[in-house]
C-alpha cells in the first residue's frame, strides 16, 4: 500500500535537473509532495488534487497521473539547498494516507 | 511563514509512563492537524488526524487507546503516548493545516524525538 518513489537515491551538480516518482498500486484521490532535511521535521511542498493537473513553482513542479496513478516532482537547475530526502504522500479513495519510501537527492557543487 | 511548534523536543522515559506532547500553531488558527511518526531512515507514517472539537481519526494499524489525541482549541493538539515500550521510541511529528486560498498548506512543527528506556 506504500507508494514506491524512484530513483531511491540521486546526486546532482548544481545546476542540473532531476524526475522523482512515485507510483501507487491504488486509486489515489490527491498527492503531497514534502522534502525532509536531516533531523528536521519535512517541509509541505504542494499537494495536487485533480488526475491531470500541475502546479509548482518556477523550478520545482510536479504532475498527477490519475490514471496510472503517478505523480512526478521535477526539480530543474537544481540548487544546493534543494538537497534533502523527497517523499510523496498519498491519500487513496479509500480515505487512506501513506508516504511513499522516499528518494534522497544530494546536490553537489 | 506560519510557525509551529512542538514541545517538548526530546524525551526521554521509562518504560511504562506516559508522555505528552504539545502542538501549537502560533500565528494562525488550525482546525485540523495532523500526527506522523519516523522510525530512523524511513518514511513517515500518519497517525491519526486531529480535529478540533472532535474525536481525533486514526490510521489503521494505530492504537487509538495507546496514542490518545485531544485538540482542545484551534492552536493547540496533544498527543499523549499511554504506557510506553521501548518499541514507542520514534520521531513524533505533528503538522497544522491552514486553510484557505486556492489549496490548504500544511506547516509541520520540529518534532518530537522520543527515547523509551
Known amino acids: 500500500q506504500q507508494p514506491v518513489q524512484s530513483p531511491q537515491a540521486v546526486i546532482l551538480r548544481e545546476g542540473e535537473d532531476a524526475v522523482i516518482n512515485c507510483s501507487s498500486s491504488k486509486a489515489l484521490y490527491s498527492v503531497h509532495w514534502y522534502r525532509q532535511k536531516h533531523g528536521e521535521a519535512p517541509v509541505f511542498l504542494m499537494i495536487l488534487l485533480k488526475g491531470g493537473e500541475q502546479k509548482g513553482h518556477e523550478k520545482i513542479s510536479a504532475s498527477f497521473n490519475e490514471k496510472k496513478q503517478q505523480s512526478s516532482l521535477y526539480l530543474t537547475a537544481s540548487q544546493l539547498s534543494y538537497s534533502g530526502t523527497y517523499f510523496c504522500g498519498t491519500e487513496n479513495t479509500g480515505n487512506q494516507f501513506y508516504f511513499g519510501t522516499g528518494t534522497s537527492l544530494t546536490v553537489i557543487p | 511563514g506560519a510557525v509551529v511548534s512542538q514541545h517538548p523536543s526530546r524525551v526521554i522515559c521509562k518504560s511504562g509512563t506516559s508522555v505528552k506532547i504539545e502542538c501549537r500553531s502560533l500565528d494562525f488558527q488550525a482546525t485540523t492537524m495532523f500526527w506522523y511518526r519516523q522510525f530512523p531512515k524511513q518514511s513517515l507514517m500518519l497517525m491519526a488526524t486531529?480535529?478540533?472539537?472532535?474525536?481525533?481519526?486514526?490510521e489503521q494499524g494505530v492504537e487509538k487507546d495507546k496514542f490518545l489525541i485531544n485538540h482542545a482549541s484551534l492552536t493547540l493538539s496533544t498527543l499523549t503516548v499511554t504506557s510506553a515500550h521501548p518499541e514507542d521510541s520514534s520521531f513524533y511529528i505533528c503538522?497544522?493545516?491552514?486553510?484557505?486560498?486556492?489549496?490548504?498548506?500544511?506547516?509541520f512543527g520540529p518534532g518530537t524525538r522520543l527515547t523509551v528506556l
Open positions: 486531529s480535529n478540533e472539537g472532535s474525536k481525533a481519526t486514526y
Open positions: 503538522s497544522a493545516l491552514l486553510a484557505g486560498g486556492p489549496t490548504d498548506t500544511q506547516y
